[in-house]
């Protein structure tokens, strides 16, 4: 079975900060790249931030909506990525869902929906104004 867990979601007042996890099991391959996305009500999924395989933790790469606040991470030996938001706004309330792409270039980064092969069900984050 091939699975990624999002955790950490939760309700919380603008300026609070959050940390999701995404532990991946089954065929995840701790060498995958990863990835954040959120989706709004009403809106599109997006790109919030990546995470590429290396063997110095991972090279970051973020949305400018998000970049200065959230943090990616990951922990190749539990195969866990996290993010670590902080300073929420309001706008940064969706769903947001943890992504996996296997088999990918060395130390690549991927922010397209589409290049990632495996997802998480999502956890929820909504902040209150």
């Known amino acids: 079975q091939e699975q990624l867990v999002e955790s950490g979601g939760g309700l919380v007042q603008a300026g609070d900060s959050l940390r999701l996890s995404c532990a991946a099991s089954?065929?995840?391959?701790?060498?995958?790249?990863k990835g954040w996305f959120r989706q709004a009500p009403g809106k599109e999924r997006e790109f919030v931030a990546a995470i590429s395989f290396n063997w110095s933790g991972g090279r970051p790469y973020y949305a400018d909506s998000v970049k200065g606040r959230f943090t990616i991470s990951r922990d190749n030996a539990k195969n866990t990525v996290y993010l670590q938001m902080n300073s929420l706004k309001p706008e940064d309330t969706a769903v947001y869902y943890c992504a996996a792409r296997q088999g990918g270039t060395f130390d690549a980064i991927y922010t397209t929906a589409r290049e990632y092969d495996q997802w998480g069900q999502g956890t929820q984050v909504t902040v209150a104004a």
């Open positions: 089954g065929r995840t391959f701790s060498s995958a790249a």
